[in-house]
């Protein structure tokens, strides 16, 4: 195994915050190389996801001027995620490990120097990790935190406060690649993966220019797709609310027609409103079967990988 390193920075309308970004990436590779930490074939690649602006004319100058910063562009927008996928596809067969972090700095790239640590220590997949929120307002902290944990509570396994900051050796990256899925949500699918991982602490910085690619819409999409590409726990919790209630329903049923055999026979509209609850336990009961079906449908056409070898010793 080597220790080229690439960096992946997916790129959307980030004209603003290229310069300093490839500056300031450039002297961190440097001093990667010369601490020979990572070879000095290793490279920082600039994804454009489409931008409209001049990021990719200034990407292509970059890797015109400078042999370490190559480029990927997109035909057009894809968002985010498949923006880091494409990327990262695009560069695992000419390096040993990827780094992908965001274009404007907030994930602050001092915290490369212990991923790769961790990395030639055995680490497969290292986690950025942020360690405060102090930086972002109150409402995308509130909104960000509340993602995490209601992801965790609908199945989904994810790092809390962890984004997309994150290194990959090759080896990880191979692993991914055998997952088809279109509807991405990195976060989720890469502790799938297994390996051994570790993570990293970091503060997370204000964007310095341009404004969040990311608005409240995309966020909201992201964490439902998060949900849904995950779990099947809300179709487990609508079978349970079934069973419930028709468990509720009988029982209640079985003591009216005790009352009406022993004691005063209960009211018609009694008797009728827990027919209902029955009735309506016994829909979701059946709504709840059929989405058992199509989740275990939906895994099979996501065709994931049923296992990942690590190692094979010959
Ligand atoms: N990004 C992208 N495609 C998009 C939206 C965003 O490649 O459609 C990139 C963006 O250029 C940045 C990263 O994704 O490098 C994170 O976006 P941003 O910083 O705007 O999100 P925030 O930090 O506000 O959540
Ligand atoms: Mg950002």
């Keep these: ?34 601490a020979g930490k990572v070879s000095p074939e290793s490279k920082v690649c600039f994804v454009d996801d489409g931008s409209k602006d001049r ?22 927008n894809r968002g985010h995620q498949n923006a880091l996928l494409g990327g990262m596809m695009t560069v695992k ?35 950025g990790v942020r360690s405060a929120r102090k930086t972002d307002t109150f409402f995308k902290r509130f909104t960000a935190e509340s993602f995490y944990r209601i992801m965790d509570l609908m199945g989904a396994q994810i790092v809390f406060n962890h984004a997309d900051y994150r290194l990959m050796s ?14 991405l949500f990195l976060r989720g699918m890469i502790p799938t993966l297994g390996f051994k991982t570790s993570t990293v602490k970091y503060e997370r910085n204000e964007r310095f220019a341009g404004e969040s690619k990311y608005p409240l819409k995309k966020m909201l999409a992201l964490a439902w797709n998060g949900i849904t590409s995950f779990s099947t726990r809300p179709l487990e ?36 409103s827990y027919s209902l609850w029955l009735l309506g336990g016994i829909q979701l009961l059946a709504l709840g079967v059929v989405g058992e079906y199509i989740g275990k449908i939906y895994s099979e056409v996501k065709g994931r990988p049923r296992y990942i070898i690590e190692t094979y010793l010959k």
Aim: a negative charge; hydrophobic letters at 45%.
């Design 1 to 34: 195994m080597g220790n080229t390193v690439y960096f992946v920075v997916p790129c959307y309308n980030e004209e603003e915050v290229l310069p300093e970004t490839s500056k300031r990436l450039l002297e961190k590779m440097k001093s990667l190389i010369d």
């Design 55 to 76: 990021t990719w004319e200034m990407v292509e100058e970059l890797h015109a001027n400078y042999p370490v910063f190559t480029g990927v562009k997109l035909s057009r």
């Design 93 to 127: 067969d000419d390096c040993d490990a990827v780094v992908s972090l965001d274009a404007d700095l907030q994930d602050d790239p001092n915290a490369i120097d212990e991923m790769i640590d961790d990395w030639l220590n055995g680490s497969d997949i290292v986690y």
């Design 170 to 183: 090759s080896r990880a990256l191979d692993a991914l690649a055998e997952y088809k899925e279109v509807n």
């Design 237 to 272: 919790m609508i079978v349970t609310l079934g069973v419930i209630l028709i468990a509720a329903a009988v029982v209640l049923l079985l003591v009216c027609a005790g009352r009406a055999i022993w004691g005063t026979a209960p009211h018609a509209t009694e008797v009728f």
